[in-house]
């Protein structure tokens, strides 16, 4: 029996969500999406359903779970060729599955950085990465979003150690990208490492989709590099891409991999699949990008939006109340929209976050544009 002062406490704090409009809830939806990170409709696509029930009918093991860590009973060889396939894909030694992409940030950070090392973050870095850093006992800086000036500023406090700077691709709040070729330069000059979580570039960014570092050729000085697979890739899991050593080194420090039951067959074979689907089907990263030029075109001059040239966008409606009443104004018209509150995004910062993908149509994005210029800010 839960003890009634307990419940009593979680009551009075739950109101106190409510009362700061904070409250949280789940819900079902069938509205036009416009809010999943299903960039590329993978998560939905017939085909590749269909590709994945093949191949599961073909593997003769087990079935259904793992069994146990991969450290006990939970090691197989598809998991190990999955590996492998991940690795040629993202051109790098090796490549170690994580069961998603929180738990490989967790298990990166928890365990590389040690007493006496620093570890400096963009401000804007996932719960996870912060999460991450927490439980290492590196100090933790962090620099102003994408303020590469800042950044050289923080590294000179990094006097002891090894310094690691840890930044995303692109970023989930606000869809804008790392100025990924600068920062790497400016961290191979202060020798330090960088740990990048490519989450929402996995897919939709690099040679069949391999993200942004293979994009821009500069994968070779990324020191750790995160894949996560519940985006664009539309499945589930996680791996980190790096050197062998790296790979060996997790396997042995890596608490959220050591003490975790792996992935099953069903997942593994799903992660495969999904990369060979979009291998060829290389037009859905195409039409993604036209589906952001047609709303960035849709979007009206007096809207306070930029676009941010990537499949996440932003529409900045100061206060939790105010943009809690604008998504309710667009989900009644049929879009699925959530607000983005404090303390997920600074206060004042609070925003419409849209997520655009290859199966919107130009006639849907057209008509959510044309509602978001109707509201007030």
């Known amino acids: 029996m839960t ?17 700061a409009g904070l409250q949280r809830g789940l819900s079902v939806d069938k509205l036009i999406d416009f809010t999943s990170n ?5 998560a939905r696509s017939r085909e590749l359903f269909d590709m994945i029930a093949d191949q599961t009918q073909l593997f003769q093991d087990r079935f259904n779970g793992a069994t146990g860590s991969r450290l006990l009973s939970g090691n197989s060889a598809l998991a190990e060729e999955v590996e492998s396939q991940l690795a040629e894909i993202f051109q790098t030694e090796s490549a170690l599955l994580f069961n998603s992409g929180y738990s490989a940030n967790l298990g990166v950070l928890s365990s590389l950085p ?4 620093t570890i400096i973050y963009d401000e804007f870095a996932h719960a996870s990465i ?29 006097t002891t150690g090894h310094t690691f700077i840890v930044v995303e691709s692109i970023y989930s709040m606000d869809g804008d990208r790392c100025p990924l070729i600068e920062l790497a330069a400016l961290a191979e000059k202060a020798n330090a490492t960088v740990i990048l979580d490519e989450a929402h570039s996995t897919g939709v960014e690099g040679y069949h989709g391999g993200g942004m570092a ?8 990324i020191g750790v590099r995160i894949h996560t697979f519940g985006k664009a890739m539309g499945c589930h899991g996680a791996c980190v891409a790096g ?17 975790t039951t792996a992935l099953p067959p069903h997942a593994l074979i799903t992660v495969s699949c999904a990369f060979k689907f979009l291998q060829s089907h290389g037009d859905l990263i195409r039409q993604l990008e036209q589906k952001v ?5 849709a979007v009206s001059g007096s809207t306070p939006f930029v676009s941010s040239g990537t499949a996440i966008q932003r529409v900045v409606i100061a206060g939790n109340e105010r943009v809690t009443r604008a998504a309710s104004a667009l989900r009644g018209k049929g879009f699925d929209i959530r607000p983005i509150r404090r303390p997920t995004v600074p206060a004042g910062a609070e925003r419409i976050r849209i997520c655009l993908h290859a199966f919107n149509s130009d006639e849907d994005i057209q008509a959510l544009a044309g509602e978001i210029n109707k509201l007030e800010y």
């Open 3 to 19: 003890p009634p002062q307990l419940l009593d406490r979680l009551q009075l704090e739950l109101k106190q969500f409510e009362i």
């Open 38 to 42: 299903d960039y590329l409709g993978l």
């Open 293 to 297: 030029k047609c709303f960035a075109n």
């Open 130 to 158: 912060k999460d991450g850093a927490r439980l290492s006992l590196a100090r933790r800086l962090s620099f102003r979003h994408n303020d590469l000036e800042d950044l050289e500023n923080k590294l000179k406090h990094a």
């Open 243 to 259: 050197p062998l050593l790296l790979r060996q080194y997790l396997i042995n420090t890596s608490r959220p991999f050591i003490y």
């Open 114 to 117: 040690k007493r006496n090392d």
């Open 214 to 221: 293979l994009s821009l050729g500069i994968q070779n000085k």
